[in-house]
Each structure stands twice: as structure tokens, then as C-alpha cells.
């Protein structure tokens, strides 16, 4: 190769990388992630759930984890609970409850959404943003590996719901 070819190597690798959406200059990994997801698990909005709501996979949830793709690396720390009550109800919780706690929804907590998966968003200026989503039995066991427990007596009469928070690996918060 050239000379002129060797000098627009290092500038056609940065422009790549910047369009492609990926760092390849410092890519992010879970390595050296521990400290902050320990710390991650322990975020107070975590714990906000309605009285009658119950852990699915004990009360300490899922283990937090790190994960890793093309686009960088992130934190995520989750619990899932069985509700024996209406997605309306939880809705209504959580706009009273997180704002209380020091996070406000990104949009309407509109209760009228149907599909089988349903995502809302809470921010905080100080914490990690907060995840509230609604999701199938069906969806717990494959995509996540949840035993969602067995199914209500009266079919519709239980709704499973996760609260997440994310954090970038070094433990920042992330926004929604």
C-alpha cells in the first residue's frame, strides 16, 4: 500500500466505526462490572410494587447482569412480580408511587395499551432510569427463562410485570 493509502486508513476506520453506530476505538465491555452491578441491584425503585404483588423467582429477582453486543455494553438489574389484579391498577401505583420516589414517566401511563408486551419509562436526574413492562406468561419462560407460577383460576385475572433499571457499565445512569 501507499503512503497516501496507509494515511486514510486510521480516518476511514474512525468514520466506520462513527456510522456504524459501534466504537471500535473503545468498545464497551462487562469486564470489571461487578461493583456496579451490585450496586445497580440495590436501587430503591426496585422494590415498588402494590401490596398484593408477589415476587416470581424470589424476592431477590433475577441476577443482575451485564450484557454485551455490537453497540456497546450495559447494566440491568430486574424483578418480576405476579399481580392477582388489573394492568390499571399498577399503572395507577407506579404514577403515584415512582414520581414519589424521585422518578417521573417519560410519557402518559396510558392504561388503554393492549398489546401483549407494554413498556413504560421513568426517569430521575440522580438515579438510573426505571422500566415498567407488562408481558405473557408465554414470554416470561422463553425470552427471559421465568416460571411465571400457574395460571390464575379465572383466565385474565393475573398480570405479570417487571421493573428493570439500566446503567452503562461503569455505573452511570442511562435515559430512557
Not at 78 to 106: C, H, M, N
Amino acid at each position: 500500500m501507499n503512503m497516501p493509502g496507509l494515511r486514510l486508513l486510521p480516518a476511514a476506520l474512525l468514520v466506520g466505526a462513527s456510522l456504524s453506530g459501534c466504537s471500535l476505538v473503545f468498545p464497551e465491555t462487562c469486564d470489571g462490572t461487578e461493583a456496579a452491578l451490585a450496586e445497580l441491584d440495590k436501587v430503591s425503585a426496585l422494590t415498588l410494587r402494590p401490596a398484593r404483588a408477589t415476587p416470581v423467582g424470589g424476592e431477590a429477582g433475577t441476577a443482575p447482569h451485564c450484557t454485551e453486543d455490537t453497540g456497546g455494553a450495559w447494566l440491568t438489574a430486574q424483578r418480576t412480580y405476579a399481580y392477582d389484579g388489573s394492568r390499571k391498577e399498577i399503572l395507577d401505583y407506579f404514577g403515584r408511587e415512582a414520581p414519589a420516589a424521585g422518578w417521573r414517566p417519560v410519557e402518559s401511563l396510558d392504561s388503554e395499551r393492549t398489546r401483549d408486551f407494554v413498556v413504560f419509562c421513568f426517569e430521575s436526574k440522580k438515579h438510573p432510569s426505571l422500566t415498567l413492562s407488562f408481558d405473557s406468561p408465554d414470554n416470561l419462560r422463553e425470552f427471559y427463562g421465568i416460571d411465571p407460577g400457574p395460571a390464575p383460576a379465572v383466565p385474565g385475572s393475573r398480570i405479570w410485570f417487571s421493573v428493570s433499571v439500566e446503567a452503562t457499565p461503569d455505573g452511570h445512569r442511562m435515559d430512557c
